[in-house]
């Protein structure tokens, strides 16, 4: 087996039919399609088409339900609290962020926030759609509890990330996304199938010793980054998603790996501000221009080749490709073959 | 001269007395008093009347202005902007927040975007007013520059704050405030002052080694803390605070000693969500506490005594230092006596 480019239309359509095979509804077909390959255009293969060897079966399974048909709850003029009824998280999230961008347009800012989800995916995307509008969007999600407290050995918090989004003139955006953990549950996770090495400080056992051999049986819980500050964050993020939703806190939440555990009742908060209500575009965009370059200007550390905006090594990966395909390697190749096998679809390749 | 615990309420008085005599109007003198306590009960004595050495001399060089008569700009029903007319930040800061919870009582959440301010001291004291009237209060401001980007060797950003806020049921809050650099710039000077050393990763001299040693000429630029996730918040809160209110960028503004210098016309931005519009405060209480609880009873790391939630290390202080009388080291004493002495004002001791 080797890695292979693959155009990602060709991609999209695999997807769209390995979801369509496996009972998803096809109201929300495409959009969990296009979100999946969106990750891997951008580069964030943990959160692309490698996902749906964990999404499948949990749909099969009932743990994610489709159609999931949300329901919106309007609190006030600008607040919407989504019931996601244990759809699949990226179709609840793509409703619910264009919702939060529904309302900013109409009220200045949007706030919805989302109980009994599912995994999201790349908070990046969402973020995207509200640059794309020509606002400020910001995206949190709770996850299954991996992460332990500063000082504490027990995993309590989710990886629970924090995504940001603004736009920039020429259509692509300022994207933040990391997880408030040292590294991604789901890039521990991509490492850990290719008998990576862990760095110290990502994670430890249950006696608190870090944990640096590849062997997932060994990690008891994983740390926040940062130290002390991180867990404020991952702290921050819970309290508003798994708090604040009436949802399931990450400490509640079911590993999405253990397939006989329930529904995962995750929660979302999607915080959408209207750029314009505050002062005209173009200023906005000649202010952004010059923060850019300030920042790309700066003379650089040793070793160091470029500073780089957050979202940019994704644009540049995006557009690389869009035109050349997009690189899967031998393992998540494998796993479509198979998943496609199992329900006799052809793979484009 | 030696250490003094000095009743809160003579320092308040003190600190009233020095502002007055200094040319602050009488409508902004008791809140700025009280943000300056509240800081040294609260154990954040560098936000505290420490800066009153820096504030005074500012004010009556006038890059400080008072009365400030902030001017309100609705932007939408739940958008204000505030012009500061370059006041005192603490001042500004106070009558924004209270504005944004006035906002988001009426709205479910408010959105008050300051510009034209100075600094507002701790994020945390905003933050708290919010938490007290039963919501969820966030914070940030830009301030001069002293951060480098991640892989970048100038300094562009400021320390550039967040803070966040939410209600205990004890009438305490979550208290989370934090400057996106290694270290906070305030806790940096007033470590230069006493000649500790500095940690290394903390600050960059102009080739990009290292400072570790306390000699503030050397300090070329601090870092952001986390690496790249670090730089990405202190981003995000320049597009926020910078950017979007329409103010200074931080690598456009002044630094606070250079007294040579004009006004710093910092953003600042304070959001608030009432908790009451998504669900019962009862509710949101049990859900907290239930967070609260896991946290806490997390069985701990090697070494360490025990899980804090963010906010308890500055409660105990505020309860302590209450009864006890706020604890001043000897350079604060040795600066108030010198501030009172050019204004001909008595001190408590």
């Given amino acids: 087996m080797i890695d292979r480019r693959i155009n990602h239309k060709d991609l999209r359509e695999l997807a769209a039919a390995l979801l369509s095979a496996s009972g998803t509804d096809k109201s929300e077909v495409g959009t969990i399609a296009d979100i999946l390959?969106?990750?891997?255009?951008?580069?964030?293969?943990?959160?692309?088409?490698?996902?749906?060897?964990?999404?499948?079966?949990?749909?099969?399974?009932?743990?994610?339900?489709?159609?999931?048909?949300?329901?919106?709850?309007?609190?006030?003029d600008g607040i919407v609290l989504v019931d996601g009824h244990n759809g699949f998280g990226r179709y609840v999230g793509h409703v619910a962020m264009s919702r939060a961008i529904e309302l900013a347009r109409r009220c200045g800012m949007g706030l919805v926030v989302v109980r009994n989800s599912s995994h999201f995916g790349a908070g990046a995307y969402y973020v995207h759609l509200a640059a794309q509008a020509g606002m400020i969007g910001l995206a949190f999600t709770n996850t299954p509890r991996r992460v332990a407290a500063y000082g504490g050995l027990r995993p309590i918090f989710g990886t629970n990330p924090v995504a940001f989004g603004a736009p920039l003139r020429d259509g692509r955006s300022v994207l933040i996304d990391f997880s408030t953990s040292m590294i991604a549950g789901s890039v521990l996770r991509k490492g850990l199938e290719s008998n990576e090495p862990i760095r110290?400080?990502?994670?430890?056992?249950?006696?608190?010793?870090?944990?640096?051999?590849?062997?997932?049986?060994?990690?008891?819980?994983?740390?926040?980054?940062?130290?002390?500050?991180?867990?404020?964050?991952?702290?921050?993020?819970?309290?508003?998603?798994?708090?604040?939703?009436?949802?399931?806190?990450?400490?509640?939440?079911?590993?999405?790996?253990?397939?006989?555990?329930?529904?995962?009742?995750?929660?979302?908060?999607?915080?959408?501000?209207?750029?314009?209500?505050?002062?005209?575009?173009?200023?906005y965009h000649q202010r952004m221009a010059m923060l850019v370059t300030a920042v790309k200007d700066s003379p650089l550390q040793p070793g160091v080749s470029e500073v780089l905006i957050p979202g940019e090594a994704r644009w540049r990966s995006y557009l690389k490709q869009i035109k050349e395909g997009i690189l899967l390697d031998s393992k998540t190749i494998e796993s479509l073959e198979s998943l496609a096998a199992e329900r006799k679809i052809a793979t484009p390749w």
Same sequence: chains 1, 2.
């Avoid at 990750?39 to 489709?66: C, H, M, N, Y």
């Avoid at 939703?245 to 995750?266: A, H, Y």
């Avoid at 979302?268 to 005209?280: C, E, G, N, Q, R």
Wanted: hydrophobic fraction near 45%; aromatic fraction near 8%.
């Fill in 200 to 283: 110290e400080g990502v994670a430890v056992d249950e006696h608190g010793k870090p944990v640096t051999n590849p062997e997932e049986g060994q990690i008891f819980a994983m740390l926040p980054f940062g130290g002390a500050k991180g867990y404020c964050l991952s702290l921050l993020v819970e309290i508003l998603t798994g708090v604040m939703t009436g949802s399931l806190m990450s400490f509640q939440i079911p590993c999405m790996l253990e397939k006989t555990q329930p529904v995962t009742r995750i929660g979302h908060v999607f915080l959408v501000i209207d750029i314009a209500t505050l002062l005209p575009l173009q200023e």
């Fill in 37 to 76: 390959v969106w990750a891997d255009l951008v580069g964030r293969s943990t959160q692309g088409i490698w996902r749906l060897k964990e999404l499948l079966p949990r749909l099969r399974a009932g743990f994610i339900q489709s159609p999931c048909s949300p329901e919106f709850m309007q609190k006030s």
